[in-house]
Every structure is written in structure tokens, then in C-alpha cells.
């Protein structure tokens, strides 16, 4: 296997962890029932249709309206896009991310042996949809396909892990470069696919990737709409002892939906969920039909200090822009939706420490002096077309640390610009604003245990 050296990246999280919110209909006499992983739903007293919004029965589909466009559904090349969170349905995890922790998916256990492995221990008797077994060869080619020069997976969500060794049948070592939060990116980004399928037939991941999960592809039309419903050989799915049996026989995700429409489509009764619903609209809505998930959109900074000439390179600049912003007021940009973050992993995370964060402008002035770089240029690239208020964001933030006597020059790109330079360690510019976001508890919306 390609061996791959990682490149250190110097994160300044200036992040609010903003509430995605999901939509789920019900009419006045709704009841609330809370299931056993504790997620709480509102359905109607014995609702069985779509109609006004109310939860479908097993033959109707569950339609959801998604926030973003999904070119292709290669998870293993195309990073984060709008089917992510619900393709837990088809895809099983390595191990679950939960509120409480890390839990089992397809490897039981797991083990750092030295700083430089981590064995993982898994699941046997599994198999994907297509008939293949699940096992360490199998997952070892995945993560080959990962760290291959066409994946953007591990470069960009995982870059400590630079080879894997099979052990034996189901015990596989991932061999990397020290990294304590290697297991937190491997349960959000490690989905094995079906080693059959990408021996034989690799393009067809893009349009019908294979997994162990209780879902297939029905059909699907990129950027469009993507079908899933229950595999039909369900009494074969490894998760049945652990999440039960799915009640909903079909999942409808529609994609590239404006908010307007989607919050249009909702409130209609056309879709049971609408993604991304912006703060502003989720205030008017009652409050039984708005569900905050902690799942966190982060906004962080990213410096250049690999070219010596970056002003960036310089401690006391990065300093100083740390000092000068004021994370309180940008929390308002998402309308009490918003909360500070001091890290690049949300509060509820496991091991999770307490970081103060000092907001101090003449201190950020004092240091911008002492460096000799009063009224010194700082280049910040950023997309208004890669989230909605990243715009809003690199404004409020061009303002506060021009109070520091740096001099911001924002350069707005298009997202397809802007998603090269995010990957892209050395882009040519000072500082990048970047945004990361994830679905902490391993799973969207439907039958398979993590509603």
C-alpha cells in the first residue's frame, strides 16, 4: 500500500456550533413518543398517511428535502455532500459516533496497540448487499481506495493513517502518525463499501454504492432525488439484534431544494422533513415541528504558516486575529441558534475539555505593533456559495480584526474554486475560512436505529 505523510494544520476555531434543524409536521393533537436511544419524534394519534405532513405508514415513503446537491454517491471520493447523514442507511460505519461516546458498527472493539496503530477488532457474519463478506481484506482495500491520489477522504478527513496490515480475518491494524483524534475521524468518515463492487465495477459506486447497511438504492437521479428502500433480504442485516426492525419501507431524498421551497414543501405537506431550515423560519414555525440536532456547522481558520513571507507566519499576528475576534457577536449571525465553540469538536464529544478564549483588542493592537505590522495586508479567502452565512461571517470578521490594525482583503471564490483550496494546503493566501460540519450520531432519518 501507498505510504502517505500527513501535513500539520494550524486551526484557529472561532466557531459557532450552530442547531441544524430538521422539520417533522404534526398536527395539533400530536403525541410525543421517545424512543429507547432517547431521539424524541411527534406523530399523530395513529397517522398513517403523508397527507398535512403526518408520518407515513410502511408502504408510503418518507420524503425528505435536502438542503444541498449530491453529484455522485461515492463516499470514498466525494468527502461531505448533501446525502451524507442519510446514507448510514446503506452504508454501516466502523463505529457508531454518539452522544455517549464511541459505540461498535462493524468493528466490536478496538485497540491503540502503540501511537502508530490502532487494531481494529470486527464483526463477523456480516455481509453486503451484493454477497460479499465483510472482513479485513475487504476493508483494507477500502481504505486503499481511500488513500488512493483520486479519493478526497482521507487526505482531507482522515490524514493521520498512511497504510493498513491485515492480521488476520477480521482483525485489520491501521498504521498512522500519532493522532488522538484518529478514532473520532474514523467513526465519522469510515464507511466500507462492497469490495466486490469496487474490484468490479468501481463506477457504479457513483450512482448505487453498496454497503451492509438495511437500505439499498432504488434509484437515483444526481443532483435530483435518490430512492433507498429495505433490502430484501432484511433478516440477513447484522443491526436487527441490536437497532430492530426499520418500519419504513422507502426513504425519498430531494436535493438542491432552495429554503424557501423546501420550507414551502414542508409546510404544504409534500415532504415529513425539510433539512437546513434557516433560524429566521425555524422561529416562526411551532416549536413541535422544529428538531435541533447538536450537530455542528464549525467555522474555523485556517493560516499559512508554510510560506515564511505569510504575515500569517508570524505567532503574534496569529495572535492577535484570535484576540480581536469577538466569537460572542458572531453567535447573532444565526439568530440564538448559534453557541461559541473552542474547538474543532462540539461540547457533547467524548473527553471533551473546557477552553477559555480572550477577547481583548488592545492587547491584539499591542501585538500587531510589536510585530511591525500595523496596516499590513492580510489576504482571506472565502466562499458566499459554500454555506449560507459564511458571506455574513467573513464581513463580521473582516471588521473585528481590522479593529487589530491588520488590513483584511477579502476574495470571495465560487464553491468548486474554494472546495480545491480547502484541500489545498498551500492556496496562496494568508487565511482561509473554512466550515466543517457532521452528523455526531451516526445516522438521519428512518428505520435504522439512529433516528
Not at 505510504?3 to 417533522?24: E, N, Q
Request: proline share 6%; glycine share 8%; aromatic share 8%.
Amino acid at each position: 500500500m501507498r505510504k502517505r505523510s500527513s501535513a500539520s494544520r494550524r486551526l484557529l476555531v472561532i466557531a459557532i456550533v450552530l442547531a441544524l434543524v430538521a422539520a417533522a409536521c404534526a398536527p395539533d393533537d400530536a403525541s410525543e413518543d421517545t424512543v429507547e436511544d432517547g431521539t424524541t419524534t411527534t406523530a399523530a394519534d395513529g397517522a398513517t398517511t403523508t397527507t398535512g405532513g403526518e408520518s407515513p405508514d410502511e408502504e408510503t415513503p418518507l420524503v425528505v428535502a435536502m438542503s444541498s446537491e449530491t453529484p455522485h454517491m461515492d463516499r470514498s471520493l466525494m468527502g461531505v455532500n448533501g446525502a451524507w447523514d442519510l446514507m448510514y442507511h446503506v452504508i454501516d460505519p466502523l463505529v457508531w459516533f454518539t452522544a455517549d461516546g464511541f459505540e461498535p458498527g462493524l468493528a466490536e472493539s478496538w485497540e491503540e496497540v502503540d501511537v502508530n496503530t490502532l487494531r481494529m477488532h470486527l464483526r463477523e457474519g456480516v455481509t453486503f448487499t451484493d454477497g460479499a463478506p465483510f472482513n479485513a481484506e475487504g476493508l483494507q482495500l477500502y481504505f486503499e481506495r481511500c488513500l488512493s491520489e483520486e479519493s478526497r477522504v482521507c487526505d482531507a478527513s482522515i490524514p493521520a493513517i498512511t497504510s493498513t496490515e491485515v492480521v488476520d480475518e477480521y482483525t485489520l491494524d491501521i498504521i498512522h502518525d500519532p493522532d488522538a483524534a484518529l478514532i473520532n475521524q474514523v467513526a465519522l468518515y469510515a464507511h466500507p463499501l462492497s469490495p466486490k463492487q469496487m474490484e468490479e465495477d468501481p463506477e457504479s459506486l457513483k450512482t448505487n454504492p453498496i454497503g451492509t447497511g438495511a437500505y439499498v438504492i432504488e434509484s437515483y437521479e444526481p443532483s435530483l432525488n435518490l430512492r433507498m428502500t429495505l433490502r430484501e433480504d432484511l433478516d440477513q442485516w447484522w443491526g436487527l439484534d441490536i437497532f430492530g426492525t426499520p418500519t419504513i419501507d422507502t426513504i425519498e431524498l430531494r436535493f438542491g431544494l432552495e429554503q424557501g421551497v423546501r420550507l414551502s414543501a414542508f409546510q404544504a405537506g409534500e415532504v415529513q422533513y425539510a433539512q437546513g431550515i434557516g433560524p429566521e423560519d425555524a422561529a416562526t414555525l411551532p416549536e413541535d415541528q422544529v428538531l435541533e440536532l447538536p450537530g455542528p456547522e464549525l467555522y474555523y481558520l485556517r493560516y499559512d504558516t508554510i510560506d515564511p513571507d505569510s504575515p500569517a507566519s508570524d505567532l503574534r499576528i496569529r495572535q492577535a486575529i484570535d484576540l480581536s475576534i469577538d466569537k460572542e457577536a458572531l453567535t447573532q449571525i444565526w439568530s440564538g441558534f448559534g453557541e461559541v465553540a473552542n474547538s474543532t469538536m462540539p461540547s457533547y464529544t467524548a473527553e471533551w475539555v473546557e477552553r477559555g478564549h480572550t477577547y481583548d483588542v488592545a492587547q491584539a493592537q499591542a501585538l500587531v505593533e510589536e510585530a511591525g505590522m500595523v496596516g499590513q495586508e492580510i489576504t482571506f479567502i472565502y466562499s458566499p456559495d459554500y454555506k449560507d452565512r459564511m458571506g455574513p461571517v467573513a464581513e463580521a470578521l473582516k471588521a473585528m480584526i481590522d479593529q487589530s490594525g491588520l488590513s483584511v482583503t477579502l476574495i470571495s471564490q465560487d464553491a468548486d474554486t474554494f472546495r480545491t483550496h480547502i484541500r489545498d494546503l498551500e492556496n496562496g493566501c494568508d487565511v482561509l475560512l473554512g466550515e466543517m460540519g457532521c452528523e455526531p450520531f451516526g445516522g438521519g432519518l428512518g428505520g435504522s436505529g439512529r433516528g
